[in-house]
């Protein structure tokens, strides 16, 4: 038998519309009770269906950055970076790093 794939959420309803069968069609409040209490992921494997998303995942996704505080990450960055290369790791000094790179320039017309 194929592995059928399904969402959480949609294992959830499978879940929540097989308890209300067995309770008011088959009548079985035993049978109802019994997948009332498996967990999702426990109805699934009964079910021989596969989760996609595990739970585990939910409010993984980040939550998106303005413009300027991409800019300001990478401007952040590029000072830690310039300070590595002059060797003033630890000083944020923004005039120095333009005169390093007009340095810098001046060297490759050589």
């Known amino acids: 038998m194929a592995s059928k794939y399904r969402s959480l959420t949609q294992v959830e309803q499978t879940q929540e519309k097989a308890v209300r069968f ?3 069609v088959l009548a079985d409040d035993d049978l109802a009770d019994e ?3 498996l967990s999702p992921e ?3 494997d009964r079910k021989g269906l596969v989760i ?3 739970q585990n995942l939910k409010g993984a996704i980040m939550p998106r950055k303005s413009n ?4 300001a990450d990478l401007e952040d960055k590029l000072d830690l ?3 590595i290369i002059t060797g003033d790791a630890g000083e944020d000094d923004s005039d120095d790093l333009d005169d390093d ?4 320039d001046d060297d ?3």
């Not at 790179?101 to 810098?104: E, I, N, P, S």
């Open 101 to 104: 790179v007009q340095d810098d």
């Open 52 to 54: 996609r998303n595990p």
């Open 42 to 44: 426990e109805y699934a």
């Open 35 to 37: 997948l009332e209490s």
């Open 22 to 24: 067995a309770h008011n």
């Open 108 to 110: 490759d017309d050589v």
């Open 81 to 83: 970076i310039a300070g």
């Open 68 to 71: 300027a505080d991409r800019i």
